[in-house]
């Protein structure tokens, strides 16, 4: 069974900074690609930032230049750093990894239970 945990949603005012993590944990034999997404009441879910497991990285334009996404493959974990929030990143924030389990097994997209992140004007 695997598993994915994030914390560090919350409150902040607009132009503040927040730190979520996610770790992995259970059995795995490695970890792919770790992304977070994000969805907006009434909004569709959408890619935030991903991270292949050789470090490249992917970010959505509205995201560029504010957020950064990193992750440590010792711990399983990856992490999103944001900075210049504006109330539209207010949403839930999913963190997802492909992720081993068995080695003649292909990897499996896993999903975290999502946290929120509420940013005030």
């Known amino acids: 069974q695997v598993q994915l945990v994030e914390s560090g949603g919350g409150l902040v005012q607009a132009g503040g900074s927040l730190r979520l993590s996610c770790a992995a944990s259970?059995?795995?034999?490695?970890?792919?690609?770790m992304g977070w997404h994000r969805q907006a009441p009434g909004k569709q879910r959408e890619l935030v930032a991903s991270i292949a497991r050789g470090g490249s990285t992917n970010y959505a334009d509205s995201v560029k230049g504010r957020f950064t996404i990193s992750r440590d493959n010792a711990k399983n974990t990856v992490y999103l750093q944001m900075n210049s929030l504006t109330p539209e990143d207010t949403a839930v924030y999913y963190c997802n990894a492909v992720i081993k389990v068995q080695i003649f097994v292909p990897p499996t997209d896993y999903w975290g239970q999502g946290t929120q992140v509420t940013v005030s004007s």
């Open positions: 259970g059995r795995i034999v490695s970890i792919n690609d």
